[in-house]
């Protein structure tokens, strides 16, 4: 729930400096490569290729989600089971995105949800789509939503609440609150390059051009 954002500098479970450390600090090209439908940025070093599922676990989720899709143009689809998304703050998604561009889709079981995101990443109608999982996709249906995004370019962000499986996701990460308003991103898997890490901090939407800077990125 985005009531969760408010919460997020209160997170007890923030990546430790000696992980960051020892992850890799890549740059964007190293990371994603090119793409077909080419990509969007959310931070001047971090950027995510569209036509693609990327996994994003931990609690500071929601905040890569939303910066991801700021980044798009256009109806956002956001499909979860009732109890994940029917108390997302509208005052708190208005810090990234106009409330009025969500579309909630709600699933009864994770057959529906994962049925129901394949169908609106292959319609065309939204270029970011993003599913509330338990557990992560696994291979086959990973697989298959990649497939569906990779035919209409559409942006595909699977938030994992659980465990991560093995699956077809061209990037997983892991995102945690460091201090009010920072957080920490560290890509775990790349389909392309190596993983890094970056620690990030909001800047509002009144700060062009970037709505998250870098604050500093992750020694090697």
Excluded: Y
């Amino acid at each position: 729930a985005l009531a969760r954002l408010a919460l997020q500098e209160q997170n007890k479970n923030m990546l430790s400096e000696a992980s960051i450390r020892r992850l890799k600090a890549a740059t964007a090209a190293d990371l994603h490569g090119p793409a077909a439908h080419g990509d969007i940025r959310i931070a001047p070093e971090v950027r995510l290729a569209r036509g693609r599922i990327h996994e994003i676990m931990g609690e500071g989720g929601e905040v890569f989600a939303l910066a991801a899709a700021s980044r798009c143009d256009g109806p956002l689809i956001w499909i979860g089971q009732a109890r994940d998304v029917a108390s997302l703050a509208p005052t708190a998604l208005q810090q990234f995105i106009d409330p009025a561009r969500l579309i909630l889709t709600i699933g009864l079981n994770r057959a529906e949800l994962l049925w129901a995101t394949e169908q609106a990443l292959r319609a065309r109608s939204a270029p970011c789509v993003i599913l509330e999982l338990r557990e992560g996709p696994g291979l086959k249906e990973s697989r298959r939503l990649q497939i569906a995004a990779e035919e209409s370019g559409a942006l595909g962000l699977v938030l994992v609440h659980g465990k991560a499986r093995t699956s077809a996701a061209e990037t997983r990460w892991r995102c945690e609150a460091a201090a009010r308003n920072e957080w920490v991103w560290a890509c775990t898997k790349a389909k392309r390059g190596a993983p890094g890490a970056w620690r990030a901090s909001w800047m509002g939407k009144d700060h062009a051009p970037d709505l998250v800077a870098l604050a500093a990125a992750a020694s090697a």
